[in-house]
């Protein structure tokens, strides 16, 4: 089974400090996403990277950043973290969307408190 | 921008039941079609897909697509209380997939 791994699994952040989550996959997969979920909002897609030193900006990516050095790694940067983004992140990979039609795998998740 | 919605937004059901959840969107040009399941504190995980117009079997699961109506829905036979879980629908339009809020599923002995 392909395996993506998120760290921090918690963390808890000051309003307006910056916070970095980082997704690492070692499936050997093209595709990256970042999502939120929050309760009532299902998962929404922030932003994803279908190669290593580009990323796309998803549905909601105002407030983040994200970033794809290698493959294997796609992180998620807060620069100025806020109350309402307070939510449970998931990192996502797959090895296609659209012709390829394959599955997304999720990581556990990080949930983010901000205060 | 793909709109997907759910519905019902929740379900109680008892051990046994046959169970229906549905999910709506509204680019006519999808072409993949997905059902997530979600337990309590987990990962979403996938659950079972379908790409062209009718109907596929897996199981106690079973997916309905009609593309015209731009409706899928997902069924399950003999629900089971680990059945228990949100549901999440997801549909791709260009390379984003879209996730609908979800149904939450439980499933009483």
């Known amino acids: 089974e392909a395996a993506v791994t998120q760290s921090p699994r918690s963390k808890v952040a000051v309003t307006g400090g910056k916070v970095t989550l980082s997704c690492h996959q070692t499936?050997?997969?093209?595709?990256m996403y970042w999502y939120r979920q929050d309760t009532g909002h299902g998962l929404r897609l922030i932003h994803y990277s279908y190669v290593a030193d580009s990323t796309e900006k998803g549905d909601i990516p105002d407030g983040y950043k994200a970033s794809r050095p290698s493959q294997e790694n796609f992180s998620l940067i807060l620069e100025l973290a806020s109350l309402s983004q307070t939510a449970v992140y998931f990192c996502a990979s797959s090895d296609g969307w659209g012709t390829s039609a394959e599955t997304l795998y999720f990581g556990s998740g990080t949930r983010l408190t901000v205060l | 921008q793909q709109n997907v919605q759910q519905s019902p937004e929740s379900l109680i059901v008892p051990e046994g039941a046959r169970t229906s959840l549905n999910c709506t969107f509204s680019d006519s040009a999808s072409q993949y079609f997905w059902w997530y399941r979600q337990h309590s504190g987990k990962a979403p995980k996938a659950l079972m897909?379908?790409?062209?117009?009718g109907e596929k079997e897996e199981g106690r699961f079973t997916i309905h697509l009609n593309k015209a109506s731009l409706h899928f829905s997902l069924h399950i036979r003999d629900s089971q209380p680990s059945d228990s879980a949100l549901y999440l629908c997801a549909v791709n339009p260009n390379y984003k997939p879209t996730f609908g809020k979800g149904t939450s599923l439980v499933v009483h002995p």
């Open positions: 897909s379908i790409f062209s117009n």
């Open positions: 499936n050997n997969h093209d595709y």
